[in-house]
Protein backbone atom coordinates (compact mmCIF):
# COMPACT_ATOMS: atom_id res chain seq x y z
CA UNK A 1 0.00 0.00 0.00
CA UNK A 2 2.73 2.19 0.63
CA UNK A 3 3.73 2.22 -3.02
CA UNK A 4 0.75 2.58 -3.95
CA UNK A 5 0.43 5.71 -1.89
CA UNK A 6 -2.09 4.51 -0.19
CA UNK A 7 -0.67 5.90 3.04
CA UNK A 8 -4.02 6.04 5.62
CA UNK A 9 -4.73 1.88 4.08
CA UNK A 10 -1.17 1.45 5.42
CA UNK A 11 -0.85 2.72 8.17
CA UNK A 12 -4.04 1.12 9.60
CA UNK A 13 -2.61 -2.09 8.06
CA UNK A 14 0.42 -1.64 9.86
CA UNK A 15 -1.51 -0.39 13.70
CA UNK A 16 -3.33 -3.67 13.11
CA UNK A 17 -0.38 -6.23 12.94
CA UNK A 18 1.27 -4.07 15.53
CA UNK A 19 -1.87 -4.65 18.17
CA UNK A 20 -1.38 -8.18 17.30
CA UNK A 21 2.13 -8.26 17.46
CA UNK A 22 3.65 -5.16 18.92
CA UNK A 23 7.30 -6.14 18.21
CA UNK A 24 6.39 -6.51 14.59
CA UNK A 25 9.57 -4.76 13.05
CA UNK A 26 8.37 -4.41 9.84
CA UNK A 27 4.62 -2.93 10.49
CA UNK A 28 6.22 -0.54 12.89
CA UNK A 29 8.66 0.98 9.58
CA UNK A 30 5.24 0.90 7.51
CA UNK A 31 3.50 2.96 10.22
CA UNK A 32 6.77 5.15 10.57
CA UNK A 33 6.78 5.54 6.49
CA UNK A 34 3.43 6.51 6.61
CA UNK A 35 3.91 9.03 9.14
CA UNK A 36 7.01 10.46 6.77
CA UNK A 37 4.67 10.38 4.14
CA UNK A 38 1.89 12.11 5.79
CA UNK A 39 4.18 14.74 7.42
CA UNK A 40 3.06 13.51 10.80
CA UNK A 41 6.28 14.15 12.42
CA UNK A 42 4.95 14.33 16.26
CA UNK A 43 3.73 10.99 15.66
CA UNK A 44 6.83 9.95 13.86
CA UNK A 45 9.37 11.77 16.63
CA UNK A 46 6.77 9.35 19.13
CA UNK A 47 7.54 6.10 17.81
CA UNK A 48 11.01 6.85 16.93
CA UNK A 49 11.76 8.20 20.79
CA UNK A 50 10.30 4.55 21.78
CA UNK A 51 12.30 2.86 19.56
CA UNK A 52 15.47 4.02 20.14
CA UNK A 53 14.80 4.14 24.39
CA UNK A 54 17.15 1.99 24.77
CA UNK A 55 20.27 3.63 23.23
CA UNK A 56 21.21 6.06 25.38
CA UNK A 57 23.87 7.26 22.62
CA UNK A 58 21.10 7.54 20.29
CA UNK A 59 18.55 9.22 22.70
CA UNK A 60 20.98 11.90 23.83
CA UNK A 61 21.70 12.55 20.02
CA UNK A 62 18.01 12.89 19.33
CA UNK A 63 16.98 14.81 22.07
CA UNK A 64 19.74 17.14 21.44
CA UNK A 65 19.30 17.26 17.67
CA UNK A 66 15.78 18.11 18.43
CA UNK A 67 16.79 20.98 20.80
CA UNK A 68 18.47 22.51 18.71
CA UNK A 69 17.56 21.88 14.66
CA UNK A 70 13.96 20.13 15.54
CA UNK A 71 12.51 17.62 13.62
CA UNK A 72 15.74 17.19 11.48
CA UNK A 73 18.17 17.95 14.51
CA UNK A 74 16.66 15.36 15.33
CA UNK A 75 17.14 12.37 12.57
CA UNK A 76 20.50 14.12 11.64
CA UNK A 77 21.59 14.12 15.15
CA UNK A 78 20.89 9.35 15.06
CA UNK A 79 22.13 9.57 11.23
CA UNK A 80 25.26 10.47 12.69
CA UNK A 81 25.65 8.39 15.47
CA UNK A 82 24.68 5.20 13.35
CA UNK A 83 27.04 6.42 10.98
CA UNK A 84 29.95 6.27 13.45
CA UNK A 85 28.47 2.92 14.32
CA UNK A 86 28.49 1.83 10.98
CA UNK A 87 30.60 -1.60 10.16
CA UNK A 88 31.81 -1.68 14.08
CA UNK A 89 30.65 -5.29 16.14
CA UNK A 90 28.27 -4.75 18.51
CA UNK A 91 24.88 -4.40 19.65
CA UNK A 92 23.47 -1.51 18.11
CA UNK A 93 25.37 -1.57 14.60
CA UNK A 94 22.74 -0.38 12.07
CA UNK A 95 23.07 -0.76 7.99
CA UNK A 96 23.52 1.67 5.34
CA UNK A 97 20.03 2.02 3.79
CA UNK A 98 18.83 2.59 7.40
CA UNK A 99 21.23 5.33 7.87
CA UNK A 100 20.11 6.80 4.48
CA UNK A 101 16.81 7.13 5.91
CA UNK A 102 17.98 9.22 8.60
CA UNK A 103 19.93 11.56 6.34
CA UNK A 104 16.93 11.68 4.34
CA UNK A 105 14.33 12.29 6.96
CA UNK A 106 17.19 15.32 7.95
CA UNK A 107 16.74 16.85 4.30
CA UNK A 108 20.40 16.15 3.63
CA UNK A 109 20.07 14.24 0.61
CA UNK A 110 23.15 14.40 -0.43
CA UNK A 111 24.18 12.35 2.31
CA UNK A 112 21.60 9.97 1.77
CA UNK A 113 22.69 9.13 -1.83
CA UNK A 114 26.03 8.83 -0.64
CA UNK A 115 24.69 5.74 2.29
CA UNK A 116 22.41 4.53 -0.46
CA UNK A 117 25.52 4.07 -2.54
CA UNK A 118 27.18 2.59 0.04
CA UNK A 119 24.28 -0.07 0.83
CA UNK A 120 24.13 -0.80 -3.32
CA UNK A 121 28.57 -1.78 -3.03
CA UNK A 122 27.46 -4.04 -0.34
CA UNK A 123 24.41 -5.75 -2.00
CA UNK A 124 22.06 -4.28 1.25
CA UNK A 125 18.77 -6.80 1.04
CA UNK A 126 17.10 -2.71 2.06
CA UNK A 127 17.74 -1.58 -1.28
CA UNK A 128 14.98 -2.47 -3.26
CA UNK A 129 13.04 -0.39 -1.35
CA UNK A 130 14.11 2.12 -2.58
CA UNK A 131 11.46 2.73 -4.90
CA UNK A 132 9.09 3.75 -2.11
CA UNK A 133 7.34 7.30 -1.90
CA UNK A 134 9.75 8.11 1.37
CA UNK A 135 12.67 8.19 -1.29
CA UNK A 136 10.49 10.77 -3.61
CA UNK A 137 12.14 14.02 -2.47
CA UNK A 138 16.08 12.52 -3.92
CA UNK A 139 13.94 11.74 -7.43
CA UNK A 140 15.33 14.51 -9.20
CA UNK A 141 18.84 13.95 -8.11
CA UNK A 142 21.31 12.06 -11.18
CA UNK A 143 23.09 9.65 -8.74
CA UNK A 144 19.70 8.50 -7.42
CA UNK A 145 18.56 7.88 -10.74
CA UNK A 146 21.41 6.23 -11.76
CA UNK A 147 21.32 3.86 -8.27
CA UNK A 148 17.59 2.80 -9.81
CA UNK A 149 18.53 2.04 -12.80
CA UNK A 150 21.70 -0.05 -11.86
CA UNK A 151 19.34 -2.05 -9.15
CA UNK A 152 16.50 -2.77 -12.03
CA UNK A 153 13.93 -0.26 -10.49
CA UNK A 154 11.98 2.42 -12.36
CA UNK A 155 12.97 5.73 -13.24
CA UNK A 156 10.52 8.25 -13.52
CA UNK A 157 12.23 11.53 -15.56
Known amino acids: MLYQRRFDDAMAAARTALAIHPGLTVARAALQDGFIAK ?18 ER ?3 FERGLEEGGYEGA ?11 YGKSGKWV ?3 VGI ?20 Y ?17 LRSYPRF ?3 LRRIGLPVKE
Open 39 to 56: GMRDEQLAIQRARIALDP
Open 75 to 85: QRGIADVLAAR
Open 145 to 147: QDL
Open 100 to 119: ANRYLDAGDNDRAIDWLEKA
Open 121 to 137: EEHSPGLPYIGLPLYDP
Open 59 to 61: VAA
Open 94 to 96: FGA
